[in-house]
């Protein structure tokens, strides 16, 4: 098959255009150490004991971006592309270059290293690779597999040869080349991609096959998951200092729900490393024989999401009202650290086509005061506000993998109080937030963020067919409450040039605003504790760790 018209390879332009800003906060790929070393080269051998403050739930790679999830999918699976944590660029991993992509970034070309293997003994060849995208690009609903919120206007891959695979898209997908860098297009055998969503699932870990560096050994559902290293893994990213089989022989990762025991069983020595280290344990780790890693999300910051098709937020006035009466300053004061600074937008300052917008979210009580009188919110004799009898009390979730939320809701509800807004936190195991998220009148605000550095991430926030945060998209009957919102989100994703996708990012998160829809709160960390001995460890581009280079200095 010829090659189509003018090719050229992927830019990088749009990720080195921010590669300064992106610097990690706290953490270097070198990774975190404290103290001497006994050992002035890495040694191989030991078990990492690793803590997980909640259990995964699916290994579908798609479906992963639940941190927990993603913590094992990034270390059994590779990726064809490989994104540099510190300056975001894409490099080589199983495609051996950057794509070649013809002018309109609708076909993506790769050649397919030689020689990779799943742990299985199958070969990752061309034919693999398609069946891989192929199924991420488009889900199966027959088997509850969803489609890739990274991969955009995707048709079809064919194989090329022996070692090139092509894919074509209906419309641009300037995406696309980081989309393949990202954990929710880890590379899985061919039995793997035969699951249903079913059998991605808890109690059937050791089932779930990648060409990673660690292999999944052992499963105790809801409890531990045993990594153990792939003694012949030998297809690391170029770019990595370390080639070959782990130093580890193997990981322990232990779900530690309670946050007073993951920090103390690190600081007792009696575990390794912990993910989820809150801003109040922080200082713990200062301590000698500790240190404390605090990695970028690179994505849309954690906040609030506005749904506004519900009628006590209908009115853009009541919106207004509570970004006003909301003193984010306060709250990063009380329950923070300088680990997660004041958001100026829904981005990260670190992330793919940032604009500061934060003019929008000044908190002045007086003003909201003003406007929820304006909108006809009145003071009943309990001092919430009511209008046509009905009282302005708001639900909100408690987004339990995010940090501090109940506490961050519980300043909300005091703050928005004085100004007679009644806010209560919806109840409720992740299961039943989950479930209580989807209807908007449960709950009207949405806590939540989303790691991904790409200019995409802001469209797999809010566009209606993604996460759908603001239930713009009402499915039960496939309505739409503000269509513009959907065409500035979808043209993110379907502008070829970085140029174009940077503009319309910017009009985007300038529309947002404008909207009243969302009220950005903080740039959320991944914070990780560890020991001074745990060596090497680093992070992918949004904070999930990575532990083939993680050696244990004893």
């Known amino acids: 098959m010829p090659l189509p018209r003018p090719l050229?390879?992927?830019?990088?332009?749009?990720?080195?255009?921010?590669?300064?800003?992106?610097?990690?906060?706290?953490?270097?790929?070198?990774?975190?150490?404290?103290g001497a070393s006994v050992n002035a080269e890495p040694v191989t051998g030991g078990t990492l004991t690793y803590l997980e403050p909640q259990t995964w739930?699916?290994?579908?790679?798609?479906?992963?971006?639940?941190?927990?999830?993603?913590?094992?999918?990034?270390?059994?699976?590779?990726?064809?592309?490989?994104?540099?944590?510190?300056?975001?660029e894409l490099q080589p991993w199983i495609a051996t270059a950057l794509p070649e992509v013809n002018e309109d970034a609708t076909q993506y070309t790769f050649t397919i290293r030689e020689g990779v293997t799943y742990s299985d003994g199958t070969a990752l060849d061309a034919a693999n690779v398609v069946a891989n995208i192929d199924l991420f690009g488009k889900g199966d609903s027959s088997r509850k597999l969803t489609q890739?919120?990274?991969?955009?206007?995707?048709?079809?891959?064919?194989?090329?040869?022996?070692?090139?695979?092509?894919?074509?898209?209906?419309?641009?997908?300037?995406?696309?080349?980081?989309?393949?860098?990202?954990?929710?297009?880890?590379?899985?055998?061919?039995?793997?991609?035969?699951?249903?969503?079913?059998?991605?699932?808890?109690?059937?870990?050791?089932?779930v096959i990648g060409s990673g560096p660690f292999v999944i050994a052992a499963e105790e559902v809801g409890t531990k998951i045993t990594l153990k290293a792939r003694d012949d893994y030998d297809w690391a990213p170029p770019s990595r200092e370390h080639q070959g089989r782990p130093y580890l022989d193997g990981i322990d990762l232990i779900v530690a729900a309670e946050d007073s025991v993951r920090v103390g069983t690190v600081v007792a020595g009696q575990a390794d490393a912990a993910r989820q280290?809150?801003?109040?344990?922080?200082?713990?780790?200062?301590?000698?024989?500790?240190?404390?890693?605090?990695?970028?999300?690179?994505?849309?910051?954690?906040?609030?999401?506005?749904?506004?098709?519900?009628?006590?937020?209908?009115?853009?006035?009541?919106?207004?009202?509570?970004?006003a009466g909301i003193d984010r300053q306060d709250i990063v004061d009380t329950l923070f650290t300088a680990n997660y600074p004041l958001a100026t937008g829904a981005l990260a300052k670190t992330a793919l086509g940032y604009t500061d917008t934060s003019s929008f979210y000044a908190y002045d009580p007086v003003k909201a005061a003003a406007l929820l009188d304006e909108a006809g919110w009145v003071p009943g004799a309990d001092g919430i506000r009511v209008k046509d009898g009905q009282r302005l009390a708001i639900a909100f979730n408690e987004a339990l993998p995010q940090p501090r939320s109940a506490e961050v809701v519980t300043i909300i509800q005091e703050q928005l109080a004085k100004l007679g807004?009644?806010?209560?936190?919806?109840?409720?195991?992740?299961?039943?937030?989950t479930a209580a998220s989807l209807d908007e009148n449960i709950v009207q605000v949405y806590h939540s963020m989303v790691g991904r550095a790409d200019f995409d991430v802001l469209k797999s926030q809010y566009f209606s067919k993604n996460r759908n945060t603001l239930l713009n998209l009402h499915r039960a009957d496939g309505s739409i409450g503000d269509s513009q919102l959907d065409t500035l989100l979808a043209a993110i994703a379907s502008t070829p040039t970085a140029e174009g996708r940077t503009a319309a990012s910017a009009a985007a998160q300038q529309y947002l605003a404008e909207q009243a829809y969302i009220?950005?709160?903080?740039?959320?960390?991944?914070?990780?504790?560890?020991?001074?001995?745990?060596?090497?460890?680093?992070?992918e581009s949004v904070g999930r760790p990575s532990f083939a280079e993680v050696w244990l200095d004893r």
Do not use: W
């Open 148 to 207: 890739s919120e990274a991969i955009n206007n995707y048709d079809h891959g064919e194989v090329v040869d022996a070692t090139t695979v092509r894919f074509f898209f209906t419309a641009p997908s300037p995406g696309f080349a980081q989309a393949v860098s990202t954990i929710n297009s880890g590379l899985v055998s061919n039995s793997t991609l035969a699951k249903t969503a079913e059998t991605f699932g808890p109690g059937n870990a050791t089932t």
């Open 8 to 34: 050229r390879r992927v830019a990088l332009a749009a990720t080195a255009a921010v590669a300064a800003a992106a610097l990690l906060a706290g953490c270097s790929a070198g990774g975190a150490s404290s």
């Open 421 to 433: 807004i009644e806010v209560s936190l919806t109840p409720g195991d992740m299961a039943a937030q």
């Open 277 to 323: 280290i809150e801003a109040p344990d922080e200082a713990q780790f200062a301590a000698p024989g500790l240190a404390l890693v605090a990695a970028s999300t690179n994505g849309v910051n954690n906040g609030l999401s506005f749904r506004f098709r519900n009628p006590l937020l209908a009115d853009i006035r009541v919106r207004q009202a509570i970004i």
């Open 519 to 539: 009220l950005p709160i903080f740039e959320e960390p991944q914070v990780f504790g560890l020991r001074g001995d745990v060596k090497g460890f680093h992070t």
């Open 57 to 88: 739930t699916t290994l579908y790679p798609p479906s992963a971006g639940f941190y927990p999830n993603g913590g094992i999918v990034n270390n059994i699976t590779d990726r064809l592309l490989y994104q540099d944590p510190a300056t975001l």
